[in-house]
Each structure stands twice: as C-alpha cells, then as structure tokens.
RNA sequence: GCUGAAAUAGCUCAGUCGGUAGAGCACUUCACUCGUAAUGAAGGGGUCGUGGGUUCGAGUCCCAUUUUCAGCUCCA
C-alpha cells in the first residue's frame, strides 16, 4: 500500500501499519508528537490501521486538531479521577472545546476544593501512564456492559445509536469509557492541564432533564503554552469590564435600584459626554442629519400601530395595566422608530426633501430577562445613538452605503475597527409568524442589503433567526473579553413601516408615494460601547476620550500656586485637568497617576514654576522632558482635536 | 426565566465548634516640603445585602427575598 504524505512524499508498506507505527517509522520525534492521524481528511486514531492507499497526515499535539486530542483524553483521565474520588458519581459525556474540555457527571456540586483533589488525582493517573486500548461490543453487548457498571446514561447514549452498529471504547486501565475517539496512545501523553472551574449543565441541555455538574477545565502539549492560557485568563479578568469599569469608578450599580440599571459616575458620564457631543456633531455638521427629540413613553395605541404591542410586548415595560377602569395603557418605549416617524410626518414632504435623516440619542427600556443582565453589555435602560432615514427606493444602495461608510468612520475613530465582524441578519423562513411581511419582501430586503456589503467589498457572514420582526438587519458585531458575541451597530432596512404609519412624500409627478425606511445606529448604544472600549484598552483609553487626562503634581506644597496656575490654561483650552495638591511625596503621587491610566502628568517644582515650564510624563512615553506650558497645550490640544490614539509604552506593565 | 455559587468597612479579603467583628489599602488629622511607581505617626469608619425563623445567644444554622457572578451554543 501507499501512504501519501502531506509534503508530498509516498511510504510504502507490504501489510496492514497502524497509523502511530508509520509516524514512528518517520521519526521517533514525530511519534512521540502525534495525537492522530488526518487520513483523507478525516481525524482518525492513531491506533487506526492502514490497509490501503491513501493520504495521511499526522497530526501532532501542537495543531488544533492535535489540542482536542489530548483535551478530549484529559476529559477522560479527569473522568477516572471522579469516578475514583466520588464513586456515586455518573458519567455522561466529556468532549473537547474550543479552549479546553468538560465533562458532565451526575453528582453532587463539585467546590474548588473538590477540584483540586480531582487534579491531585489526575496527575497520579497520567504517571501511571497507562495505555489507551480501543475495542468495541456489538450495540447489545455495549448496553448490557454499560448496565452492569450501573452507567444509566451511557446506556441511553448507545441506545441512541443505530441498531446492529459496532459500539467502540477505550480502557485506559480499568476506567472504560464509551467514546468514538480519536485519543492519545497513553495518558503520559498529557504534558499540562488545569481544571478551570464548574458550573451546572442539563442533561442533553434540556433543562426538564437531569441537572449534572460540568467541570471545565484546559490541557496543552506543554507546560509553557499553559502557563500562556492561565495568565491570558488573568489578563482577561483584569480587562472585564465589569470588575474593571468599577474599579477605575466609571459606573456601579446599587441593588434597590434594581438589575441592568447602572449609574454613570461624573468619570463614567464625562467619558460618555464626550462621545455623544462628538457624534452628534459629527452626523449633524458633516452627515446630513437632524435632531429629534421625543418622549420616553407613549400609549400602547402606539405600539399596536408599529407592531411591538404584538411582536414585542415581553420585551416592554408596562406602566399601567387597569385597562378596565378606563385607564390609558402606557408603555416605556424600546424604540425611537414610531416617534420620529411622528415627526416626519409634521408636515408634507416633498421627493427632493429625501433622505430625510432623523437622529437622537435616545433612552429606551427593554425588559430582559432577569438571568440575561450583564455589566454594561446587556442592560434595561440604555442611551443610543437611534436615527430613521427616510428615503425614496431609488436612494436605498446609496443611503445605505453612507450609513456603513458613519459606521466605519466611527469605528475607526475609536480605535475599534479591527474588533467587528459583519453580519446579515435575516428572518427565520420557518418561523414566519414572528415576522411582519410575506417572503418577496424579506427576500427583497435581504438581498438589498447584501447587494450593499458586496459592492462595498465587506466580508460578512448571513444568520437566519436574527432580524428585527419588521425587516432584515447589517448587525456589527464585536466580541467580549470573554469570547461572547454582541451587536454593537445596526443598520436595518424597513420597506414596510410606512404604508403602516401612512407616512408619504409628493413625488415628481405631484402623487403620494410610499419612502422607505433605515433604522440605523452610528455608535450603538452608549453603555456596550463604553464596555467595549474598556475591555479593548483595557482602561487605557485614547486621550480624547479620557475624563482626566492631565494631572499637574507639585513637588512640594511650595509650589501648589504655580500648579493651579497651569491648570486653570490648560482649562481655558478646554483640556480636562486636576491637580494633586496633598503632602505626599512626588514619587507617590505619580504612582497614583499611573495607577488611574492617566495619559499625562505634569511634575511642577521651583525650576518649573520660575521657567513658566512643565516636567511632561505620558503613559505612552514615560517621560517626555520639560516643555514651556503653551508648548504642552498644542501638543495635547493637537492630539484631542484630531482624536490621535498613541501607542502605549509596551514594557510598562502595572505593578500591584 | 432556569440551575449553581456568592454577598462582612469605600476596595480586596480573614473570621475555627454558634459566644457579641479583624487585616491591608483607601479616608481624616498631625509631622515632613520632598524631582519621576508607596514618608512616618495617630484617628475615624460595620444593624455582617434585606426580612423572618431556630437558640440563653446567629456574621456563622434554617426559610424567603434582593443583588452579583458563572452556566444554560459545543452531545459517545
């Protein structure tokens, strides 16, 4: 037989070779790495025997594919530490993912405690380095094993499995498990791993099945890559906007005030202000929009009209439910749409007036659910930069287009635009009636704005389910420290909600004809950005965006007056400065400076003070030498004005 | 919403068998008047998330509730 090589080399062989026996005829090295074989392109055993021509690449345990080998094994090696340790426990099922492994057992809640024991107990297992045999049972056989070691979900598992198949396992000396492999030919082959932490899980994730306990845990092909995985986890913590947004006093939450209600702090509310003035600026002064403003609630009227009151009414906050005493219902509102389609509608539009573009920063409520709140990203109160274009169809690919090119524009000011992945969000055909509209128009729709994306060259991924209930949607989404995927943009294309609204314009031809409408944010909603932004630099921020983003420190209280003197010109240039006037020692005073992220501090002493200079230090530069003050006021006037993102020190690592 | 864990000073946390609350940082005051990541001393600060219960006695045990975190996508 012939065995076809990745680099293109052929091996061949008089009688049937397994595929660890071709890698150790290769190198001992190679042997030594291997986790699998990739034989036609399928990831096979390395156990598995070859009898006939193929391609053949053998993977080793420093590849993705070699990872989920030796973390699939773990998550075996940590189900014999279980069943050891706590012998009640029931296995079910352990497979690799993307980062790590878990498994599920049936049992009683595992503490850190319990955890670490497991380890214990694993890195005894992996010294015993005990072989992995594979052999399989005929389906009947499998079950009748499985019963015998009083594994009841084992068994419902191979019961699962078509009747008459040939059922395979692995005995790693004495545990057997049920598993279709492919695994490590010994457990020695684990070189690093950690139990990171458990949680709860659902039998087959039904939550009317069993509960189980899931341990999670990581292994890696070297005790180096681990140390990398553990102190990535750290700095991701330490990033987390929600531990870290507190500590740098940005927001908080009080728990009378209740779940996704934060409050911005004058630091938090500041940095926020900052964004807002500069897009409403931006879109006012230089994209063609107006500004609305308009009420936070409205009678339920209001919502049968747009269509929430039966699409939405979950999502809404209710404010008064005695329909029967004669009472209006009113509702806070999740939405500007209706509002500002109100506006519109004020006074008779004529073609040439289209696009009619509309934006607020506007405050809507949305009841979600209790268990969905999160920090910043995901909250019942929030402040968007909303707007609703009006416009005639023949303007959809050029106004949609300007909407993407504020989005980019946006992005890229903030620094941000290499963290987004775009996606069209379209409905689910098979769930029709959670939709306004029949197909033609939401195949319409949809292709509109795919039309868009691919003339605009933007590489983007289409999810059905995931449009709004009245149209199709380019969602920008962008990832948490954590992994988990949010919107943070949105622009959507709505062909219907006019004709609803009765909304029109006076064509060229003086008749009534029906605009369409773009729901659109530029910069999303002020909270998750703001979260995003914390996690994406880690609270080092651009200095635009800073709330303090100078502090003079005085030498000594000699020289408080000249300090005051420096601050108050850099305020006249609309710098945000303070100063630092206690008796500390100047080297305290500037580890609290570095603490706080600021980007500058001004050291002022006797030589100073008689020169009319400042001593600068940034956090980009660490001291950048003495400078006259109006010097320092164009430089950092300059880098505000034009929104300039300097790169940081890389050496400077926080000390603790 | 469901499941689990947690909640003690502004922050991070300790608090053993149920016996009446402790540290570091921060804060205040005083001394020092300092040149690029922590000066020293003293002091103030707590209905132990909230409401019930058990007990002679509860931060600790039980129940409810609020809030926070994790998971609820990964299927031998």
Same mark, same amino acid.
């Given at each position: 037989? *012939?065995?076809? #090589?990745?680099?293109?080399?052929?091996?061949?062989?008089?009688?049937?070779?397994?595929?660890?026996?071709?890698?150790?005829?290769?190198?001992?090295?190679?042997?030594?790495?291997?986790?699998?074989?990739?034989?036609?392109?399928?990831?096979?055993?390395?156990?598995?025997?070859?009898?006939?021509?193929?391609?053949?690449?053998?993977?080793?345990?420093?590849?993705?594919?070699?990872?989920?080998?030796?973390?699939?094994?773990?998550?075996?090696?940590?189900?014999? /530490?279980?069943?050891?340790?706590?012998?009640?426990?029931?296995?079910?099922?352990?497979?690799?993912?993307?980062?790590?492994?878990?498994?599920?057992?049936?049992?009683?809640?595992?503490?850190?405690?319990?955890?670490?024991?497991?380890?214990?107990?694993?890195?005894?297992?992996?010294?015993?380095?005990?072989?992995?045999?594979?052999?399989?049972?005929?389906?009947?056989?499998?079950?009748?094993?499985?019963?015998?070691?009083?594994?009841?979900? *084992?068994?419902?598992?191979? $019961?699962?499995?078509?009747?008459?198949?040939?059922?395979?396992?692995?005995?790693?000396?004495?545990?057997?498990?049920?598993?279709?492999?492919?695994?490590?030919?010994?457990?020695?082959?684990?070189?690093?791993?950690?139990?990171?932490?458990?949680?709860?899980?659902?039998?087959?994730?039904?939550?009317? *099945?069993?509960? #189980?306990?899931?341990?999670?845990?990581?292994?890696?092909?070297?005790?180096?890559?681990?140390? /990398?995985?553990?102190?990535?986890?750290?700095?991701?913590?330490?990033?987390?906007?929600?531990?870290?947004?507190?500590?740098?006093?940005?927001? &908080?939450?009080?728990?009378?005030?209740?779940?996704?209600?934060?409050?911005?702090?004058?630091?938090? %509310?500041?940095?926020? !202000?900052? #964004?807002?003035?500069?897009?409403?600026?931006?879109?006012?002064?230089?994209?063609?929009?107006?500004? %609305?403003?308009?009420?936070?609630?409205?009678?339920?009227?209001?919502?049968?009209?747009?269509?929430?009151? @039966?699409?939405?009414?979950?999502?809404?906050?209710?404010?008064?439910?005695?329909?029967?005493?004669?009472?209006?219902? !009113?509702? &806070?509102?999740?939405?500007?749409?209706?509002?500002?389609?109100?506006?519109?509608?004020?006074?008779?539009?004529?073609?040439?007036?289209?696009?009619?573009?509309?934006?607020?920063?506007? %405050?809507?409520?949305?009841?979600?659910?209790?268990?969905?709140?999160?920090?910043?990203?995901?909250?019942?109160?929030?402040?968007?930069?909303?707007?609703?274009?009006?416009?005639?169809?023949?303007?959809?690919?050029?106004?949609?287009?300007?909407?993407?090119?504020?989005?980019?524009?946006?992005?890229?000011?903030?620094?941000?635009?290499?963290?987004?992945?775009?996606? &069209?969000?379209?409905?689910?055909?098979?769930?029709?009636?959670?939709?306004?509209?029949?197909?033609?128009?939401?195949?319409?729709?949809?292709?509109?704005?795919?039309?868009?994306?691919? $003339?605009?060259?933007?590489?983007?991924?289409?999810?059905?389910?995931?449009?709004?209930?009245?149209?199709?949607?380019?969602?920008?989404?962008?990832?948490?420290?954590?992994?988990?995927?949010?919107?943070?943009?949105?622009?959507?294309? @709505?062909?219907?909600?006019?004709?609803?609204?009765?909304?029109?314009?006076?064509?060229?031809?003086?008749? $009534?004809?029906?605009?369409?409408?773009?729901?659109? %944010?530029?910069?999303?909603?002020?909270?998750?950005?703001?979260?995003?932004?914390?996690?994406?630099? /880690?609270?080092?921020?651009?200095?635009?965006?800073?709330?303090?983003?100078?502090?003079?420190?005085?030498?000594?209280?000699?020289?408080?007056?000249?300090?005051?003197?420096?601050?108050?010109?850099?305020?006249?240039?609309?710098?945000?400065?303070?100063?630092?006037?206690?008796?500390?020692?100047?080297?305290?005073?500037?580890?609290?400076?570095? #603490?706080?992220?600021?980007?500058?501090?001004?050291?002022?002493?006797?030589?100073?003070?008689?020169?009319?200079?400042?001593?600068?230090?940034?956090?980009?530069?660490?001291?950048?030498?003495?400078?006259?003050?109006?010097?320092?006021?164009?430089?950092?006037?300059?880098?505000?004005?034009?929104?300039?993102?300097?790169?940081?020190?890389?050496?400077?690592?926080? *000390?603790?």
């Amino acid at each position: 037989m *012939k065995i076809t #090589l990745k680099d293109g080399s052929v091996k061949e062989y008089d009688s049937a070779k397994s595929i660890y026996e071709i890698a150790l005829d290769i190198s001992e090295g190679l042997a030594r790495n291997a986790c699998a074989g990739e034989v036609n392109g399928e990831i096979k055993d390395l156990r598995t025997e070859l009898n006939e021509d193929c391609e053949l690449n053998i993977v080793t345990n420093n590849t993705p594919e070699g990872l989920r080998v030796i973390r699939h094994t773990c998550s075996h090696v940590m189900a014999e /530490a279980v069943k050891r340790l706590f012998p009640n426990a029931k296995i079910t099922i352990g497979p690799a993912i993307d980062d790590g492994f878990y498994y599920d057992f049936d049992s009683d809640p595992f503490s850190r405690e319990d955890l670490d024991k497991i380890e214990d107990e694993m890195k005894k297992i992996i010294k015993e380095g005990n072989e992995l045999k594979r052999f399989t049972l005929p389906r009947e056989e499998a079950i009748k094993f499985m019963e015998e070691k009083g594994e009841p979900y *084992k068994v419902e598992l191979i $019961k699962d499995l078509p009747e008459g198949s040939e059922i395979s396992f692995y005995d790693q000396g004495g545990f057997v498990d049920l598993c279709a492999g492919p695994h490590l030919m010994n457990t020695k082959g684990i070189k690093a791993f950690k139990l990171t932490s458990s949680s709860m899980a659902y039998w087959r994730g039904d939550s009317n *099945k069993a509960r #189980l306990q899931r341990i999670y845990g990581s292994a890696f092909s070297n005790k180096d890559d681990l140390k /990398a995985y553990l102190a990535h986890l750290e700095d991701i913590k330490m990033r987390d906007h929600n531990k870290l947004g507190r500590e740098m006093k940005l927001f &908080l939450t009080a728990d009378v005030i209740g779940q996704g209600l934060p409050l911005f702090t004058p630091k938090g %509310t500041k940095m926020i !202000m900052k #964004l807002q003035r500069w897009i409403e600026d931006l879109e006012d002064n230089e994209w063609g929009y107006v500004r %609305t403003r308009t009420p936070l609630m409205a009678k339920s009227d209001l919502y049968k009209i747009s269509g929430h009151w @039966d699409h939405y009414m979950d999502g809404m906050f209710i404010l008064n439910k005695d329909e029967a005493e004669g009472k209006e219902i !009113m509702a &806070l509102r999740p939405m500007t749409c209706p509002f500002q389609y109100y506006v519109y509608m004020n006074d008779q539009k004529s073609y040439r007036d289209l696009p009619y573009r509309m934006s607020e920063t506007s %405050t809507l409520f949305r009841n979600e659910d209790s268990g969905e709140m999160h920090g910043l990203t995901r909250v019942r109160q929030f402040t968007i930069t909303e707007g609703h274009i009006v416009l005639r169809p023949d303007q959809t690919e050029e106004e949609l287009t300007r909407c993407v090119e504020l989005c980019n524009y946006v992005m890229k000011t903030l620094g941000v635009e290499g963290d987004v992945t775009y996606r &069209l969000s379209k409905w689910d055909p098979n769930n029709k009636e959670k939709y306004l509209g029949d197909e033609s128009y939401w195949n319409q729709s949809q292709q509109y704005l795919r039309d868009v994306m691919e $003339k605009n060259g933007i590489t983007y991924s289409e999810a059905d389910g995931e449009a709004a209930f009245y149209g199709p949607k380019i969602d920008i989404q962008a990832k948490n420290v954590y992994g988990k995927e949010d919107t943070m943009i949105t622009i959507q294309l @709505d062909c219907e909600a006019a004709s609803k609204f009765g909304m029109y314009y006076i064509d060229e031809n003086g008749n $009534k004809a029906t605009p369409y409408i773009i729901h659109r %944010t530029s910069m999303g909603c002020y909270e998750r950005t703001l979260a995003w932004l914390i996690e994406h630099y /880690a609270g080092k921020f651009p200095t635009w965006m800073c709330a303090e983003q100078v502090r003079v420190l005085p030498i000594s209280e000699k020289y408080a007056d000249y300090a005051e003197q420096v601050a108050a010109k850099l305020k006249k240039a609309k710098v945000d400065v303070t100063v630092d006037n206690r008796s500390e020692k100047i080297g305290y005073k500037i580890r609290e400076a570095r #603490l706080d992220r600021l980007p500058y501090w001004l050291i002022v002493g006797e030589k100073e003070a008689a020169d009319g200079t400042v001593s600068v230090s940034s956090r980009f530069e660490g001291p950048e030498g003495t400078k006259s003050l109006d010097d320092f006021i164009s430089q950092i006037t300059e880098e505000i004005e034009n929104k300039v993102i300097r790169e940081e020190v890389k050496k400077e690592e926080e *000390k603790q």
